[in-house]
């Protein structure tokens, strides 16, 4: 269970006034705004980050002090059966889910937003926020919050982040190594018996049609591609493709976004994808042409994707979640964990997912269906009235095949 120093987040708070809030029809504007005030970080929370290719099944939640200046718009999109009422922060699964906050934005704003009828009407029962790190603001904020207005918080562990601090270019321990570099090399040389060999840095002005058809034939060639069923693609799924070629829509996000695209001839074999913001820098995905693998082409695009970050002034990067042992061999360290957040109005609703879901390493999703349809057997846990409706609907029986679309 996370523990928040609830005295730190109440010292940002600044008293203007009541909070009111509202919600309106798809991103608000105030998303963008917000966005601009936060740190670079979490720059990339913008409007075309949140929709994933549907903006019209995002609402947002703004929350105004009496002056009138916002603190939170959070976009938030349907989870499970339209019965269930459920909702769940919007945006992509990459690199984290997050809103942006007024930087001074403390413990009591976020309770008052949280006991707004109007926030309590559009969360209904429950609220996911994850997945999204253990030490981001808007986390913290929330579970304190929710903590001292009574609701219950459900934290699922995902996993750990790892992160690797760069030395500033031509320091005697930058990285890559010179042994590194020479190793790239041979590896390029023998790729080049199979032609001429190219690096693509992709973003800005640079997104293209062409380029995202080559983004998705690398990854149809890779082992996504041919060994899973692709609902887990950045490119080949079409919900995924959506996003991406929405995001880039937006010039901010499209400079953010880069692809470093690796060529043997006119062949597409190898891609890196990440998301710069400032001095750091996210990976969000990387993938290869199997039938390239003996000539390590990840590792070929990798270097130049770093050599591409490391010139626009970054110096750090997070590469996600996992780690086989390559992440920590480059010089990678463990960073956030990650976290997958519930947030349940009702003790008993909570009492009937909490088993499922904390306990769960899968599928978030999988895991809150579970617990639902768990609680039609389960005797003995303290009934609600809200419960039993849900109950009694079947909803807890068709949540399965509703939450399955992560």
Not at 150 to 159: A, E, K, S, T
Not at 213 to 237: M, Q
Not at 285 to 311: C, N, R
Request: hydrophobic content about 45%; overall charge neutral.
């Amino acid at each position: 269970m996370l523990h928040v120093d609830h005295r730190n987040l109440r010292a940002g708070a600044v008293a203007l006034g009541a909070i009111e809030c509202a919600v309106v029809p798809g991103v608000s504007p105030i998303v963008d705004a917000l966005a601009a005030l936060g740190p670079a970080s979490h720059a990339f929370l913008r409007d075309g980050w949140f929709c994933r290719g549907e903006p019209e099944a995002i609402t947002t939640l703004v929350a105004r002090r009496g002056d009138g200046s916002p603190i939170l718009a959070l976009p938030m999109r349907q989870l499970g059966p339209t019965g269930l009422r459920a909702r769940s922060l919007a945006g992509s699964y990459w690199p984290f889910r997050s809103a942006a906050l007024d930087p001074s934005t403390g413990v009591g704003d976020m309770c008052a937003v949280l006991a707004h009828p109007a926030t309590q009407e559009a969360l209904g029962p429950l609220l996911r926020l994850g997945p999204i790190y253990h030490d981001d603001r808007l986390a913290q904020l929330m579970i304190a919050a929710a903590d001292r207005i009574g609701w219950h918080v459900l934290i699922r562990d995902m996993g750990q982040s790892f992160v690797q601090d760069f030395a500033e270019p031509g320091s005697p321990d930058a990285w890559p190594s010179k042994s590194r570099r020479k190793k790239v090399r041979r590896l390029t040389a023998r790729l080049e018996e199979q032609g001429p060999v190219t690096i693509r840095i992709v973003r800005g002005g640079d997104w293209s049609r062409q380029v995202f058809h080559d983004l998705a034939r690398i990854e149809e060639n890779s082992w996504v591609g041919t060994r899973t069923d692709r609902s887990g693609a950045k490119f080949l799924n079409p919900h995924m493709m959506a996003h991406w070629q929405r995001a880039v829509v937006d010039p901010d996000l499209a400079e953010m976004l880069t692809a470093s695209l690796l060529y043997v001839a006119d062949r597409p074999i190898a891609f890196s994808l990440d998301l710069v913001c400032g001095a750091i820098a996210y990976g969000i995905a990387s993938s290869y042409d199997a039938a390239f693998a003996d000539a390590s082409p990840g590792q070929i695009v990798t270097l130049h994707a770093v050599d591409a970050m490391l010139a626009r002034g970054v110096r750090q990067v997070d590469w996600g979640a996992g780690d086989s042992g390559y992440k920590q061999e480059i010089g990678a360290r463990p960073g956030s964990r990650i976290q997958d957040i519930l947030m349940v109005r009702s003790a008993s609703i909570a009492a009937a997912l909490r088993p499922r879901w904390e306990e769960s390493s899968g599928s978030g999703t999988l895991a809150l269906a579970a617990g639902l349809a768990d609680a039609v057997r389960v005797s003995g846990i303290p009934s609600s009235l809200t419960l039993r409706r849900l109950l009694m609907s079947g909803l807890a029986l068709s949540a399965a095949a509703s939450l399955l679309a992560e």
